[in-house]
């Protein structure tokens, strides 16, 4: 993969498939800036060659074509903020007024282009959009690593079109690089904190790390499968009642290659699913029927936090409870609190995107760790081994 250190954009027009596929409030307000603050260097680099960005992103799930809750207009007031020039809007991201807006784009302007996803053929991966899109840059530069893993027609079809005009921006490179700093080059002892609500989602990274971590952490709704596979009593806790053989084999699987598999020995347990819920603490293999664990306990906490604390590379992906909620956030605070301390002690710590960076972000630690990753589950796939079509396009 080339990166864009490797060329002067000097007056070319670079097509930049970005990652602004970011939170809105109700007022259309932007209420979490890790994707746009990622993106600037690739977009400051190519300004200052004296190139013209046009950036082109997904945002949401639109279902039926164009919505006002969707459309990337709402992000032009603070893309013109931050790098000092006027960004024009494109109100479809193919057509003859964006393809006119394009050409006639001056060196160190921006241009925006309406959500792909307005589109059905951008999931499609349909080889006509990419063409159309193609048209538009000289240059194609994918940064968007949140969707490598996609194959749709801005991420992976659209790179035919640009032979050897093809390159892979700022954030793909720091993705990569800070990705393999935990697979092939991670000093130990190295922890691995997998959290979420099921085993299914991460059996592929848990089984890949099993031959590279010293300790795996279980957190979240996942680890009542483990404890339920056990012969604990679990109460209404979140079960995948088909993963209980897996979560066996997980566990004998540690064991053999020496792995530390640490569960949560206690949780906070709700009467029900709800923040003012009654809750209590109790033991993960004695929980009562008509009560479910949405949190750690403090149990966990400690020894988790101890785990953390003594390790010199950390990955974590996935929440320890139902962090959204205000009384179920503890555990998963504690335990960003625990990265941060190690992370300050030498560790190097990687986010794993979504929840997690999201947790991270909400508590004010976004600085305070190494790496916080833009995209979870192309993050995923790629610990995973599979080969991620955005980035076998750009090779």
């Keep these: 993969m080339k990166s864009i250190n490797e060329i002067n954009f000097s007056g070319k027009k670079a097509l930049v498939r970005v990652d602004f596929n970011v939170p809105l409030n109700d007022k259309f307000e932007i209420t979490d800036f890790t994707r746009l603050n990622a993106a600037e260097s690739t977009i400051k680099k190519i300004l200052d060659d004296g190139g013209s960005p046009i950036l082109m992103s997904h945002l949401g799930r639109p279902k039926n074509g164009p919505e006002e809750k969707f459309s990337l207009i709402h992000l032009v007031g603070h893309l013109q903020k931050t790098f000092g020039t006027e960004v024009k809007f494109a109100p479809d991201c193919v057509g003859d007024l964006a393809a006119e807006m ?7 302007q921006i241009l925006l282009l309406e959500n792909l996803r307005f589109h059905s053929e951008e999931k499609k991966g349909d080889v006509d959009f990419a063409g159309k899109l193609a048209k538009l840059g000289d240059v194609y530069v994918n940064d968007a690593f949140g969707t490598a893993h996609r194959a749709h027609a801005s991420t992976a079809v659209i790179a035919q079109y640009f032979k050897n005009n093809k390159y892979g921006g700022f954030i793909l490179d720091n993705e990569i690089k800070n990705a393999e700093k935990v697979l092939a080059g991670a000093e130990k002892p190295y922890t691995a904190i997998m959290g979420g609500a099921k085993i299914s989602d991460k059996i592929l990274i848990i089984e890949r790390l099993l031959d590279h971590v010293d300790n795996i952490i279980i957190g979240g709704g996942m680890s009542y ?130 929840d997690s960076a999201a947790a991270v ?13 833009t995209g979870g589950g192309a993050l995923l796939e790629y610990m995973e081994g599979k080969e991620l079509p955005g980035i076998a396009a750009l090779k």
């Design 102 to 108: 394009a050409s006639n784009l001056e060196p160190g």
């Design 225 to 354: 499968t483990f404890f339920k596979a056990m012969g604990g009593s679990i109460g209404n806790s979140l079960v995948e009642e088909d993963k209980l053989d897996l979560a066996k084999t997980l566990m004998e699987k540690a064991k053999e290659k020496g792995v530390s598999l640490h569960l949560p020995m206690d949780s906070k347990v709700a009467d029900a699913f709800d923040n003012d819920a009654n809750t209590k603490i109790a033991n993960n293999k004695e929980i009562e029927a008509g009560w479910m664990g949405l949190d750690i306990g403090p149990e966990a906490v400690n020894s988790f936090s101890t785990i953390i604390k003594e390790s010199k590379s950390i990955l974590w992906n996935g929440p320890m409870g139902v962090f959204e909620m205000s009384n179920f956030s503890e555990g998963t605070s504690k335990v960003a609190q625990a990265v941060v301390e190690a992370t300050e002690n030498g560790a190097f710590s990687l986010i794993g995107g979504g």
């Design 361 to 373: 972000n909400i508590l004010g630690y976004g600085e305070q760790v190494s790496y916080i990753s």
